[in-house]
């Protein structure tokens, strides 16, 4: 039986899809750790943020915001009022152990590599779920070291993806259900859907998945514009 998987027409249906699939993950008692990836450049996050928490929040889950810094947290409180009283600095956070704040579900915005320690504190006094949104906490810097590898095998490898959405070069990348990754190519009307993946493919898997046709490199680079200004839109 072949899967009917498209993907979102703009930010909006992605946010949609988005929000399904977290309500699905977070109803997994034994994991407690997901991440919400939208990679586009230049996305700003605070908006898609704030009404992301407001839909979780009117699902039933008492939601807690992680801002990067005090500077990001004030911005979000100002912007959001209703929401303000559940606005933190993550390092606020972290030197938190008051449970009626722990036992909520952690919504953390853009994490960054910086950031690694601070989250990682965090997440072993929490004891209610938590979402990284565009969270990037794994350092290239690294490298492939020991502390690298020690990252790899711990606190990195304990989360799941709820959620991602990702243009590619020749095509696009989503996953919607645990566990389950769909692959497009883009055509010159629109994106082909290829298949389904029980896990995240490498960037060999993709190419190989996406070399039947090939594209002019102002086509492939163009196809990414389109596909990031149709979410934009």
Same mark, same amino acid.
């Given at each position: ?9 703009? /930010?909006? =249906?992605? #946010?949609?899809?988005? @929000? %399904?699939?977290?309500?699905? !993950? $977070?109803? +997994? ?45 004030? /911005?979000? =409180?100002? #912007?959001?009022?209703? @929401? %303000?009283?559940?606005?933190? !600095? $993550?390092? +606020? ?54 502390? %690298? ?85």
């Amino acid at each position: 039986m072949s899967l009917s998987v498209t993907l979102p027409a703009d /930010l909006v =249906q992605a #946010e949609a899809m988005t @929000l %399904a699939s977290l309500k699905q !993950a $977070l109803s +997994d008692r034994q994991q407690r750790r997901w991440t919400v990836t939208w990679r586009f450049e230049g996305l700003r996050l605070l908006k898609p943020a704030l009404r992301l928490a407001t839909a979780l929040e009117t699902a039933g889950h008492d939601v807690v915001l992680g801002w990067p810094d005090a500077g990001s947290t004030a /911005l979000a =409180q100002r #912007e959001s009022p209703e @929401l %303000a009283a559940h606005c933190f !600095a $993550l390092k +606020d956070l972290m030197l938190s152990s008051d449970p009626e704040i722990t036992g909520r579900m952690l919504l953390a915005i853009g994490p960054q590599p910086s950031d690694y320690e601070m989250v990682e504190q965090i997440c072993n006094s929490w004891q209610g779920a938590v979402v990284l949104l565009n969270g990037k906490l794994e350092d290239a810097g690294v490298g492939i070291g020991s502390v %690298a590898r020690g990252r790899r095998k711990g606190f990195l490898s304990i989360w799941r993806s709820a959620f991602h959405l990702e243009p590619l070069a020749e095509g696009a990348l989503l996953q919607t259900e645990k566990e389950m990754w769909h692959l497009f190519k883009a055509d010159p009307d629109g994106y082909r859907f290829l298949g389904t993946m029980p896990s995240k493919p490498d960037a060999e898997a993709i190419g190989m998945a996406l070399n039947g046709d090939r594209d002019s490199l102002g086509r492939q680079l163009g196809a990414v514009d389109r596909f990031i200004e149709d979410l934009r839109g």
